[in-house]
């Protein structure tokens, strides 16, 4: 194992896993990519305003109200983290 990496434990509910696993796996990737671009996700800095809109965190946006929109961003951005590091 890489000296670069960190493994880390995520407790979920089995039927959320699976349903989720299936859901990736259609998409071409895996739940646990996806996680892995989520967090990458989370630390890019230009991405805190978006973070702050979808968590419903102060000074947020006002884009906050637009939540289909929002989430869609977001996931397309984690989607596009995670399939370009899993290549």
Known sequence: MSKDLVTMTIE??????NKAAELF???GTTIEDMTVGFLRFC????????????LGIENAPAEAGAQPDLHHRI???VFDIATKNTG
């Open 12 to 17: 979920i509910d089995i039927e959320v896993y």
């Open 25 to 27: 796996e259609n998409l």
């Open 43 to 54: 630390v890019i800095p230009e991405n805190l305003p978006l973070l702050k809109a979808y």
């Open 75 to 77: 996931f397309k951005q």
